[in-house]
């Protein structure tokens, strides 16, 4: 619940972003920026068998090849597709936060202006 308030707070700080859809989606809750198609869906779910959980993001995206290069310590990460967190341990809050608003605004650098 609480990586749940993240995503939405994120969401609500960034310019744009507009409300986000709660939905399930392989039945993982599920966050998308429907009414604004600025950012890409993020999915949290636990990894079964284990004290983990996860957040995913599109494997077709460059998001976690980001999220990489700019948190090279500090994040676990699932391939391209997640970052890997424990029960065990608090969420390195900054880092997450920093991670899901590049999510939420994924699409925005692919838009042209309007003219």
């Given at each position: 619940m609480a990586l749940r308030q993240l995503i939405f707070e994120t969401a609500a700080e960034i310019d744009g972003v507009g409300p986000l859809e709660e939905t399930l989606k392989w039945n993982q809750p599920s966050y998308l920026t429907a009414a604004t198609g600025s950012g890409s869906t993020i999915r949290i779910d636990r990894i079964k068998d284990t004290n983990r959980y996860a957040i995913y993001f599109n494997c077709n995206t460059n998001l976690v090849e980001t999220f990489r290069s700019l948190y090279s310590e500090g994040l676990n990460y699932g391939g391209n597709r997640s970052i890997i967190l424990s029960l065990d341990d608090a969420p390195p809050e900054v880092a997450l936060r920093h991670c899901v608003g590049?999510?939420?605004?994924?699409?925005?650098?692919?838009?042209k202006p309007r003219s």
């Open positions: 590049l999510a939420l605004t994924y699409h925005r650098s692919k838009r």
